[in-house]
């Protein structure tokens, strides 16, 4: 399985971006895929995940950030609201079919 990541880029707080990932390979709807993130000098960590059993966001993103999946394509996509300073980070397109694979990083910048 390969992840193609694209989207992102500089937006000033308040703003709207949109992430989207397509992902080649064998992959079926009920294998889990989504988003995580990675701040400068944290962990990475769970954005939204999309599941055989639902979706998964963090609290941090609730109500602001909401993730869609197209089956038949292989793309999930993130629709990014509100967004806030701390929401600046690598975000991580992430699809698990028996082990997870990982995207190429993109780079959400928030300008306060």
């Known amino acids: 399985v390969q992840l193609q990541a694209s989207g992102g880029g500089l937006v000033q707080a308040g703003g709207s971006l949109s992430l989207s990932c397509a992902a080649s390979?064998?992959?079926?709807?009920?294998?889990?895929m989504g988003w995580y993130r990675q701040a400068a000098g944290k962990q990475r960590e769970l954005v939204a995940m999309n599941s055989g059993r639902g979706t998964t966001y963090a609290d941090s993103v609730k109500g602001r950030f909401s993730i869609s999946r197209d089956r038949a394509k292989n793309t999930v996509t993130l629709q990014m609201n509100s967004l806030k300073p701390e929401d600046t980070a690598v975000y991580y397109c992430?699809?698990?079919?028996?082990?997870?694979?990982w995207g190429k990083g993109t780079q959400v910048t928030v300008s306060s």
């Open positions: 390979g064998t992959i079926f709807g009920f294998n889990p």
């Open positions: 992430k699809a698990t079919v028996a082990r997870d694979y």
